[in-house]
């Protein structure tokens, strides 16, 4: 039995693929595939207004209206930074100054505060652009990498959020490299839009938690 962890919570790879097929290629279960990956957005490497109603294929926000003004208001900084980090890059063997990229690129929700823009919705818009760099982040995966025993991002008293980060993205690029063949067999089960590792191991851990009670 091979075990596929994200975080510290794990599930039987025959299941996980399971479940994959289920979110995937189930017609008969609706799920956020293909609506979010297959929407077409702005044409180009970098955020248009089109990209930020994405989220809402996520059904991540309540407030849709306010979250897209205040993620348009931060389309110019982000963009700047979104500027370092080419296409092509992926998590899975990114180095420190990568790492410390991505740090700098979510630092925009500190720099300029927006009430209804968090890390949740940011990165709902941000991993379209870096499908292969840039992971999803919501509760599910918070409980995996953080309020599941054994979690190895365990809270800390006192931590900024850019520490958090770093920690976070360093122990999912660990998660995605150390078992990056079981990624891209479940990633396989998506019949169109195609959808990256790092897209995978969402779905998985957000399963584990959705699955958690």
């Known amino acids: ?55 809402a294929l996520l059904n991540v ?13 931060l389309m110019g900084p982000l963009n700047e930074r979104l500027d370092a980090l080419p296409l092509q890059t992926e998590l899975a063997t990114a180095g420190s100054k990568t790492i410390d990229h991505l740090v700098e690129l979510f630092g925009v929700l500190e720099e300029r ?42 809270e800390q008293p006192g931590r900024s959020y850019a520490g958090y980060r770093s920690a976070w993205l360093r122990a999912v690029q660990k998660d995605l490299h150390s078992q990056l063949d079981q990624w891209k067999e479940i990633a396989a089960i998506a019949p169109g839009p195609q959808i990256t590792p790092l897209r995978a191991l969402d779905i998985i851990g957000w399963e584990l938690g959705k699955r958690r009670r």
């Open 113 to 154: 505060p927006t009430k209804y823009v968090k890390l949740v919705t940011l990165s709902k818009v941000l991993h379209r652009k870096r499908p292969k760099l840039i992971p999803l982040f919501d509760a599910h995966i918070y409980w995996c990498y953080t309020l599941r025993p054994d979690a190895p991002v365990p």
């Open 61 to 73: 926000s309540q407030n849709p209206i306010p979250a897209y003004y205040g993620l348009e208001a």
């Open 1 to 55: 039995m091979t075990e596929l962890c994200v975080g510290g919570a794990s599930v039987d790879f025959d299941e996980a693929k399971i479940w994959a097929y289920d979110y995937l290629a189930n017609d008969r279960i609706l799920s956020a595939y293909p609506a979010y990956d297959g929407y077409p957005g702005s044409p180009t490497t970098f955020i248009g207004p089109q990209d930020l109603l994405a989220p």
